[in-house]
């Protein structure tokens, strides 16, 4: 029975209608509307969890796309990766200013890989660091940490490190005695490298923060003795950094200008 002038019977929809048809895409797969063969459920629930017969993406130990169906190695999921997680660790002081105001560190020189360092023991920071310019100068190559090392400033920034040079590349020198040493490279200015409590534990050391003193056992079992500067600090004075630090924490700042009519 005809349903009008120039209608004919849609292949598709099995229905009379002019132009294109445009009922919902059907299913070859199930024969139901709504959705392709691609995305049917029943076709999912036959694969099960197993690959489909197309490429799927999975990604690799670095993130990188794995169009091959399967595993290129380890996928992110199971594989150990090098930054799971992250550690954290805190340096208070980084400038001689910082040094001489906090009571439980100790500055000096030393050689590092036989070179003259300016150094700071700081029993209040966890992890050793050494200055990325003084770095340069080492043969060593970095080595990736297995976690993320989060570092805090004095100044109350986060700076993330990822990369250190292994204690057996590097090593310190005191009273002719190479100890072993973990540096973890940092952006200083005012010291060469900072010696924590990584490295201070590890050669089970003697702190005496009044007299500036340092002990040292070394792997023969012989005492090494280190003595820092003893410049008194002015109780007057605080360094840029310190400020800077004690503003963000609210505390009242005041802008002097000095003029010597002197002159």
């Not at 090392?149 to 700076?159: E, H, M, N, R, Y």
Request: net charge neutral.
């Amino acid at each position: 029975m005809s349903q009008g002038s120039g209608m004919k019977r849609c292949r598709t929809c099995k229905k009379n209608h002019l132009g294109k048809c445009r009922d919902p895409p059907r299913c070859y797969q199930c024969g139901e509307v709504g959705h392709l063969k691609v995305s049917c459920p029943q076709l999912g629930r036959a694969m099960g969890a197993g690959p489909s017969s197309g490429a799927t993406v999975s990604r690799n130990r670095t993130g990188a796309p794995n169009a091959s169906g399967g595993h290129d190695g380890a996928s992110a999921s199971n594989a150990p990766s090098v930054n799971q997680g992250k550690t954290q660790a805190r340096v208070y002081a980084m400038t001689e200013a910082d040094a001489r105001a906090n009571p439980d560190s100790v500055a000096g020189t030393l050689k590092i890989n036989g070179r003259d360092a300016r150094i700071l023991i700081d029993t209040g920071a966890q992890r050793s660091f050494v200055s990325e310019t003084f770095a340069g100068g080492f043969n060593e190559l970095l080595v990736p940490m297995t976690q993320t090392l989060l570092v805090s400033t004095p100044l109350g920034d986060d700076i993330e490190r990822d990369s250190h040079y292994p204690s057996c590349e590097v090593e310190v020198e005191v009273e002719g005695q190479n100890l072993t040493c973990d540096f973890v490279p940092l952006s200083m200015i005012e010291f060469d490298a900072i010696l924590g409590m990584d490295w201070l534990e590890r050669h089970h050391a003697r702190v005496d923060c009044y007299t500036k003193v340092l002990e040292l056992e070394s792997g023969e079992g012989l005492t090494l003795r280190f003595e820092g500067d003893r410049g008194k600090s002015n109780s007057c004075i605080i360094s840029a950094v310190r400020a800077r630090n004690m503003m963000r924490k609210g505390c009242h700042t005041y802008l002097t200008y000095v003029v010597d009519k002197a002159k």
